[in-house]
């Protein structure tokens, strides 16, 4: 009966130690990239798509003249500045890139919004 009553307790405090070993192990895992709140000195995801987009736009048009302008005139006509224009400065893009460029998922999502949105200009005829 002693030899039982030992073996009972012994899985009892065995089962305990795994409960707790598991608790620890799950409880410790990072937060998921995707959840994490982005701080208020970065630019949000939304601004940064938007930027990105005026970036990639008027990196395309700059590149076709689209308007036939002469070489003399060319610069002065094809002054595309997106962040300027988005009222953000330099180095507020900069550390925004750092820190999505560490989180690559929502990076990923932020170009993947981007291409959306570049699909669905192009399909309402807005880019050719």
């Not at 409880?27 to 995801?45: F, R, Y």
Request: charged content about 25%; overall charge neutral.
């Amino acid at each position: 009966m002693c030899c039982i009553v030992l073996t009972l307790h012994l899985m009892h405090t065995n089962l305990i130690k795994l409960f707790i070993v598991s608790f620890l192990l799950f409880s410790c895992t990072p937060p998921k990239e995707e959840n994490e709140v982005v701080p208020d000195s970065i630019l949000s995801e939304e601004q940064l798509v938007i930027l990105l987009t005026d970036a990639y736009l008027a990196e395309g048009a700059s590149g076709i003249n689209v308007k036939s302008v002469t070489g003399e005139k060319f610069d002065s006509t094809y002054i595309f500045n997106p962040l300027k224009d988005n009222h953000i400065d330099r180095a507020k893009f900069d550390s925004s890139m750092v820190y999505y460029t560490k989180h690559p998922k929502k990076l990923k999502l932020i170009h993947d919004k981007v291409l959306d949105k570049l699909s669905a200009a192009q399909a309402k005829g807005k880019l050719e």
